[in-house]
């Protein structure tokens, strides 16, 4: 079955070479607009872009608070000793 796999495999890319029943390759291909593919994809890149510098950006602020917390903890543990 492999084999049989194989040999038609061969076949066709023999006739995309030969460029016999080119035009049945993409009879069925929808229309693409490549210039507005290109616009999506950048613009898909941008928003990502975006995200990730607020993702960044949330870590960053909750580092800060966490930082925060833990010294808030230590001072509230000290004032305790000291009472």
Known sequence: ELESARKENQELLTQIKEGRNMGYLFENMEHMDIQEE????REAREELEQALREL???R???QELLT???ELERNKTVKETKE
């Open 38 to 41: 290109r616009r999506k994809t």
């Open 56 to 58: 960044e950006s949330a």
């Open 60 to 62: 960053k602020e909750n």
């Open 68 to 70: 925060q917390i833990k």
